[in-house]
């Protein structure tokens, strides 16, 4: 399994902006509030700090939200997002799991 890396392409890609997971955490939404990049990707350069966009959790530089009040009960977006795809991810819930392995 390739390893995620960091990128604005991958960000770009990237399905978690809308994921009901993300939209529904009071504490990614006031990071990304202060960070004044509430919908856009973050694929403008120059690249925010890996946790600013709270976004991306598969790669490594980005892993584990530091948010706590994830609900994973809701849907995840991951599986079929592009990245995924064609980094044969197979599991999902990185912002409450980990980067994928
Ligand atoms: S697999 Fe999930 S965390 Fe990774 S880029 Fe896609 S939507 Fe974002
Ligand atoms: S990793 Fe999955 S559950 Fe978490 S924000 Fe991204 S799409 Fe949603």
Known sequence: MPR??????NLQNCRCSNCPVRET?????????????????????????????????CSHAVGKSECTDLNTKLAC???????????NLASAYFCSHGAAA
């Open 25 to 57: 955490s009071a504490c990614i939404a006031g990071k990304v509030a202060a960070l004044g990049q509430m919908h856009t990707s973050g694929a403008t350069a120059p690249m925010a700090a890996p946790q600013a966009l709270q976004m991306l959790f």
């Open 77 to 87: 977006n991951c599986p079929g997002c592009e990245v995924w795809t064609s980094h």
């Open 4 to 9: 995620v890396e960091y990128t604005a392409t």
